[in-house]
C-alpha cells in the first residue's frame, strides 16, 4: 500500500496577520538560497531568493531574512491571505553549480478565516 | 520565465515495469535538472540532465535504475525502470535561468507515480 509520509510542521495563521516561516540550513558554504511555495498537486514556485553576501531582501509582501552566524533562514510574509496556504520549502544551492538545490523538509501554512 | 510540461502528469504502474517522463521547456536552457518528491516529504535532486553527454546522478541514484536522455536544450526524460511501490513518488523537471538581472530556478507540474 501507500507509505505514510511525514507530518509536515504546520503553522496555522490568521487572515490579514504576519507569517513566519524558519528554517535551519546545513551548510556553512552554501551561498544561495531560495523559498518554494508548493500548493496541493503543483510543482514548487519560486517566491523569493537571497544570496550569502545580504541578510534581508524584500519582495512584494514578502520578506526573507539570512543570519548565516546561525545557519537560519526566514520567510516573513505581511497580511496572509487564503491564497498563500500551501507548503513552503526553503532550498539551499549546493554550491559547485546553480541549480542542485538541497530542500528543507517543508512547513505546512494554513491560513485561517 | 520558462515554462515547463511534464508528460504524464500521473500514472499507476505495475511493479517490475518501466516508465518514461518527458519533460518540455519553452525555450532553451542550459541547465536542466530532475528532483524527485516521495509522498509528503520534501524534494530531492537525483540527476543533472546534460545536453550531449551522460546524466551526472546524485548519491543514491545510478543510471541504471533512472537512465536520463538530454537530447536538446529544450527537452529531457526520465525513466524510472523495474518499478517497485517504494519508486512512488512526484518526478519533478526543473530548469536554472540566469540572466544579467535575474536568477531563477523553475519547477514543472510533476509527474505523479503509484506502484502496485
Known amino acids: 500500500g501507500e507509505s505514510v509520509g511525514l507530518h509536515l510542521p504546520t503553522l496555522s495563521v490568521q487572515e490579514g496577520d504576519n507569517s513566519i516561516i524558519n528554517c535551519a540550513y546545513s551548510?556553512?558554504?552554501?551561498?544561495?538560497f531560495i523559498w518554494y511555495k508548493q500548493e496541493s498537486g503543483k510543482g514548487p514556485q519560486f517566491i523569493i531568493d537571497?544570496?550569502?553576501?545580504?541578510d534581508k531582501r524584500q519582495g512584494q509582501r514578502v520578506t526573507v531574512l539570512l543570519n548565516k552566524t546561525v545557519k537560519h533562514l526566514s520567510l516573513q510574509i505581511a497580511a496572509t491571505q487564503p491564497g498563500d496556504s500551501a507548503v513552503y520549502f526553503c532550498a539551499e544551492n549546493l554550491g559547485d553549480s546553480w541549480g542542485k538545490l538541497q530542500f528543507g523538509a517543508g512547513t505546512q501554512v494554513v491560513v485561517t478565516p | 520565465s520558462a515554462v515547463i510540461s511534464q508528460k504524464p502528469s500521473r500514472d499507476i504502474c505495475q511493479r517490475g515495469t518501466s516508465l518514461t517522463i518527458q519533460c518540455q521547456v519553452d525555450?532553451?536552457?542550459?541547465?536542466m535538472f530532475w528532483y524527485r518528491q516521495q509522498p509528503g516529504q520534501s524534494l530531492t535532486l537525483i540527476a543533472t540532465?546534460?545536453?550531449?553527454?551522460?546524466?551526472?546522478?546524485e548519491s543514491g541514484f545510478v543510471i541504471d535504475k533512472f537512465p536520463i536522455s538530454r537530447p536538446n536544450l529544450t527537452f529531457s526524460t526520465l525513466t524510472v525502470s523495474n518499478m517497485s511501490p517504494e519508486d512512488s513518488s512526484i518526478y519533478l523537471c526543473s530548469v536554472h535561468e540566469m540572466g544579467s538581472s535575474y536568477n531563477e530556478q523553475f519547477f514543472g507540474p510533476g509527474t505523479r507515480l503509484t506502484v502496485l
Open positions: 540532465a546534460n545536453q550531449g553527454s551522460e546524466a551526472t546522478y
Open positions: 537571497i544570496r550569502s553576501n545580504m
Open positions: 525555450s532553451q536552457v542550459t541547465m
Open positions: 551548510n556553512s558554504a552554501s551561498d544561495y
